[in-house]
Structures are given as structure tokens and as C-alpha cells.
């Protein structure tokens, strides 16, 4: 059982930058492919980005390409997404979730476990 926590949201205005971070516990970190979600009021749940167990590799929704970053320290079972040049649309609560052996790819229902989420807002 995995249990995600993550921490760093808050309020900015458009154009700032955040940092997300998700802190796994209970299970192999390493074994998990990681990625980041959001959903938006009215809006159903959406990829923004993954990364890979551990070599690293990393995939990204068009829409926060080049503005987004996604990381990982196997070492401190963590996850970050380092977010920039953030515009209005950005706003949504951001989920952290573990997908044992990375096979899910940008499909929200092959990730097992999911963190509580944690909510970005973006002022114009």
C-alpha cells in the first residue's frame, strides 16, 4: 500500500511559478512510475505529465509542454513538478499517483494509488 502526499500548492499570479512536490511512503518507490494529474472545476481529471521508474524518461500533455518539469529522487521518495509561466488555465486541483510498473502511460485509470490533491490557483 502506498500512501502519496503532496504540498506546494497556493495562490500566484499569472506569469509566477510553483513547485508541487508528492512524498510517497509504503511501498518500492522506485517500482512506480509517477505522474501528475489535475482537474478543474467542471472539468474531469487530466494528465500533465510522468515520469519514468528509474531511468527517467518523462512525458508531458501539450498544453504545459515547456513550462512544466517533472522529477523524481528515488533517494527521498519524491516526486516534484516544477511549474512556470502559469496562466489562468492552470488552475485545478493537482494530484500526485503511482503506477506500479509504468505500464499506464497518460491513462488516469492504470495508476493505483492516488494522493488527496492539492490546489492551485492562478490569478489573471
Known amino acids: 500500500q502506498v500512501q502519496l502526499v503532496e504540498s506546494g500548492g497556493g495562490l500566484v499570479q499569472t506569469g509566477g511559478s510553483l513547485r508541487l512536490s508528492c512524498a510517497a511512503s509504503?511501498?518500492?518507490?522506485?517500482?512506480?512510475?509517477m505522474g501528475w494529474f489535475r482537474q478543474a472545476p467542471g472539468k474531469e481529471r487530466e494528465f500533465v505529465a510522468k515520469i519514468s521508474r528509474s531511468r527517467g524518461s518523462t512525458n508531458y500533455a501539450d498544453s504545459v509542454k515547456g513550462r512544466f518539469t517533472i522529477s523524481r529522487d528515488n533517494a527521498k521518495n519524491a516526486v516534484y513538478l516544477q511549474m512556470s509561466s502559469l496562466k489562468p488555465e492552470d488552475t485545478a486541483i493537482y494530484y500526485c499517483?503511482?503506477?506500479?510498473?509504468?505500464?499506464?502511460?497518460?491513462?488516469?485509470?492504470?495508476?493505483?494509488?492516488w494522493g488527496q490533491g492539492t490546489q492551485v490557483t492562478i490569478s489573471s
Open positions: 499517483a503511482a503506477d506500479y510498473l509504468g505500464g499506464a502511460g497518460q491513462d488516469s485509470g492504470g495508476y493505483e494509488y
Open positions: 509504503g511501498g518500492a518507490f522506485s517500482m512506480y512510475a
